[in-house]
């Protein structure tokens, strides 16, 4: 069965880091790109960033860049987003999201909550 | 960015009645591989989105089969045949033809 584990949520103050951990398990996690996608309170979903099977190649939404590092390690089965200079705009629920073909969510995790508010 | 239309925003829906749902893209799908990487997901009351259908029409393994998908081009459609209450909740299309990946606004479905 295939899971998707978020951690490393919380309430954090404008400005601060925090850094978001997926573990992953059922599948061959290192054959798949994999994705974060947010939703911010009662809003809809939002692409945030992906890396590809290697971890060699990173891509990211044009308001995150800069701020956002996507990051995996194949061997711990686990996908990572570091978010640096947080602002208040990125307050959501984060999800990871496995993608088949490189092209579609197959799979989603339960999100993880990151609020910003001093 | 690809632009993702939903149409109608909220529907209204009693227990068996069948309803469709919109998704009109600001440009073709139509990859230049041959595929339409246009897909369905719904997201239940306080859950994650889980995947119904992709690549248009093909159904995600368990899914039941009262859903289906259609479309083309820039036109595409998620149709439920005799809405069941777990049915409930937003229904979101999202593309992954052109970099980066879009979602549209989202169809909910309540019960009427």
């Known amino acids: 069965e295939v899971q998707l584990v978020e951690s490393g949520g919380g309430l954090v103050q404008p400005g601060r880091s925090l850094k978001l951990s997926c573990a992953a398990s059922?599948?061959?996690?290192?054959?798949?790109?994999m994705a974060w996608v947010r939703q911010a309170p009662t809003k809809g979903l939002e692409w945030v960033a992906s890396i590809s099977t290697g971890g060699g190649n990173t891509y990211y939404r044009d308001s995150v860049k800069g701020r956002f590092t996507i990051s995996r390690d194949n061997a711990k089965n686990t996908l990572y987003l570091q978010i640096d200079s947080l602002r208040s705009e990125d307050t959501a629920t984060y999800y990871c999201?496995?993608?088949?073909?490189?092209?579609?969510?197959?799979?989603w995790g339960q999100g993880v909550m990151v609020t910003v508010s001093s | 960015d690809v632009v993702l239309t939903q149409t109608p925003p909220t529907l209204s829906a009693t227990i068996g009645q069948s309803v469709s749902i919109s998704c009109r893209s600001s440009?073709?799908?139509?990859?230049?591989?041959?595929?339409?990487?246009l897909h369905w997901l719904l997201q239940r009351p306080g859950q994650s989105p889980q995947l119904l259908i992709y690549l248009v029409s093909r159904l995600e393994s368990g899914v039941p089969n009262r859903f289906s998908g259609s479309g083309s081009g820039t036109d595409f459609t998620l149709k439920i045949s005799g809405v069941e209450a777990e049915d409930l909740g937003v229904y979101y299309c999202v593309q992954g033809t052109h970099a980066p990946w879009t979602f549209g606004g989202g169809t909910k479905l309540e019960l009427k």
């Open positions: 999201a496995k993608a088949k073909l490189g092209r579609y969510f197959d799979y």
């Open positions: 059922g599948f061959t996690y290192s054959n798949y790109v």
């Open positions: 440009q073709s799908l139509l990859h230049s591989n041959g595929n339409t990487y």
